[in-house]
């Protein structure tokens, strides 16, 4: 990433000679995002049908990851259209990027109109032109289908959707492999075509996502653990710096899990039982830092492009943005379902690359949130598990 941002300052607008390397990345990236989204996505609504033996503990659980998941994308539009981090590059600059497909973005839907939108008349025609929003509602609707089936045919399908969302894992560990040289190749092309300009606006983006994150994590899941359990909401955070500090440092939900779920149980003091239950799965389909960061890169790259977005790209971010972080790995990488949220708001995704280069700071930081999201969920449920 800095050995492409110093090559494109050296070389100016002849870096754009790289540019067929980061696209080929890029390329390669969003081959795999439309089968993803489809399988992840129908393997969790399974799985959430399969949560009703576990019974009210199961329910209070998706419930407060479903609603923290919405009011987290609601921040983080809500921090993107106050400050507009996107705003103040010239059109002429970035006329490069553009290209007459997304000549009438501004236009605004009704109501009806957004919902007949979602609902796809015939889904594979979806799937073949990449319809995010129709797809995960199709994947959805199936997914939870398919829960109510027998044990024995359910498995079957859990199972096999399972099975090829993990070989779409490997693919995209291949490759990420080339990720140094596609990122390289992103960088020097941005750096060298619009100079330090672009640059100072993901830096005023990345400011305005830590304090976002700030506010959720310590205003937010804080509040909740005031109103909703007896917990002294202090004591929750010092026991929590641990944890935090381990996902930070591996960018990974999933490896900090361990960890997690030891400070949860022995020093937080949360039943064994609800501890076991809702931190995995919190660590699989808790991401509130996904979704915010989802909201604000649709918000930065809106501006960015001078598209405006009204009633219908909002109801879109935020269905796709909450059912996408939802769907999201808790594993380290760039978050590839920013893509499906940019395509549900119409917003090109022709700049993605930009914060692609730069993943890695905001995954670190979205991950302390996501962990901390988890064991405040386990300290409530467990509350009314104790109350009942």
């Not at 269905?319 to 790995?329: D, R």
Request: proline letters at 4%; hydrophobic letters at 50%; charged letters at 15%.
């Amino acid at each position: 990433m800095f050995l492409g941002i110093i090559t494109g300052i050296l070389m100016g607008p002849s870096a754009k000679m790289f540019a067929p390397l980061g696209e080929i990345f890029m390329q390669l990236i969003k081959m795999t995002v439309i089968p993803l989204v489809f399988f992840s996505i129908m393997s969790g609504a399974i799985s959430l049908g399969e949560t009703k033996a576990a019974g009210k503990i199961g329910a209070a659980t998706f419930a407060y990851i479903i609603i923290t998941s919405m009011i987290a994308v609601a921040l983080g539009i809500a921090v993107g259209e106050i400050f507009k981090p996107g705003l103040g590059i010239s059109k002429e600059s970035l006329q490069s990027m553009f290209s007459n497909q997304y000549a009438g973005q501004g236009q605004i839907g009704g109501f009806w109109d957004t919902i007949k939108a979602i609902i796809p008349a015939n889904p594979f025609k979806a799937l073949i032109d990449g319809d995010i929003l129709q797809i995960i509602f199709f994947s959805l609707f199936v997914g939870i289908a398919i829960s109510t089936l027998e044990k024995e045919k359910k498995d079957f399908i859990l199972t096999a959707c399972n099975n090829i969302s993990d070989g779409l894992i490997v693919a995209i560990m291949a490759i990420m492999y080339t990720a140094p040289i596609g990122v390289f190749a992103l960088m020097a092309d941005a750096t060298g075509t619009f100079g330090y300009e672009i640059l100072e606006k993901v830096l005023y983006l990345f400011i305005l996502y830590v304090g976002a994150l700030i506010i959720y994590t310590y205003g937010f899941y804080g509040l909740t653990i005031k109103l909703f359990s007896k917990y002294p909401v202090i004591d929750f955070f010092k026991k929590m710096q641990k944890p935090q500090l381990v996902a930070l440092s591996t960018a990974s939900s999933m490896a900090t899990l361990p960890v997690n779920m030891e400070t949860c149980e022995e020093e937080i003091g949360v039943s064994k039982e609800t501890t076991s239950f809702v931190l995995p799965l919190g660590a699989t389909v808790n991401m509130s830092g996904n979704a915010i960061y989802y909201a604000m890169a649709t918000c930065f790259f809106a501006q960015l492009f001078g598209i405006s977005l009204g009633m219908k790209e909002y109801m879109a971010i935020i269905f796709t943005a909450t059912v996408g972080s939802i769907g999201q790995a808790g594993v380290p990488g760039p978050t590839l379902l920013v893509v499906a949220v940019l395509s549900a708001a119409n917003v090109p995704l022709t700049g993605l690359p930009i914060l692609f280069g730069v993943d890695r700071f905001f995954d670190m930081l979205r991950t302390v949130t996501n962990i901390t999201g988890d064991t405040a969920c386990a300290v409530i449920v467990d509350q009314f598990k104790d109350e009942k």
